[in-house]
């Protein structure tokens, strides 16, 4: 199973989806929060952001926490000081705006990692091929819920019209509007 169909299952308009674009933004693949890059951001009309990171294999696993330790820390705090530059000038990653996150990985990922292997605060969802008639379909499923995460706020208009511009700017690029 590769990303974009564990993407599909996550958010689209069919009935095994666990999100609606019709319901709220969805953005893949930015790097609009704090300087990373997101797989899937999910701004709920309540003015929340939900974080997803897509993971389809057992070593993209692992090395996400090798790459992007700082945004791991940032996440589980509330924010990091980094030390970097030649004169080690400090630089504050904040989360301001991810109130949950999220990983999303194939089931047979999933088997081979330990519940211990997935932080404290992230949600697991499992992606599972059903087969229904001659074809096979993902489903996503929530097997554990993700917690709030500290030090958080609501998105502001500016950052949700820069969202939404995102999001317009993603469907014309791949053709899904046509004039």
């Known amino acids: 199973m590769n990303s974009k169909e564990v993407l599909g299952s996550l958010c689209g308009l069919t009935s095994n989806c666990l999100w609606s674009p019709l319901r709220l933004v969805a953005v893949p693949n930015t790097t609009t929060i704090a300087g990373w890059e ?9 003015g929340w952001v939900w974080e997803v990171e897509i993971k389809v294999s057992v070593s993209d696993f692992r090395r996400e926490f090798r790459t992007k330790s700082h945004k791991h820390k940032a996440l589980e705090n509330g924010s990091i000081v980094l030390f970097r530059g030649p004169r080690s000038y400090p630089l504050t990653i904040k989360n301001r705006y991810v109130q949950k996150f999220f990983f999303a990985v194939p089931y047979d990922v999933y088997e081979k990692l330990k519940p211990e292997d997935f932080p404290d605060y992230a949600g697991i969802i499992v992606i599972n091929s059903e087969k229904v008639g001659t074809y096979e379909r993902p489903i996503a499923t929530v097997v554990r819920r993700a917690k709030n995460l500290p030090g958080v706020e609501k998105t502001g208009s500016t950052f949700r019209i820069r969202l939404l511009e995102l999001a317009h700017g993603r469907l014309w690029s791949r053709g899904s509007i046509s004039e």
């Open 38 to 46: 997101a797989d899937l951001l999910l701004l709920h009309p309540s």
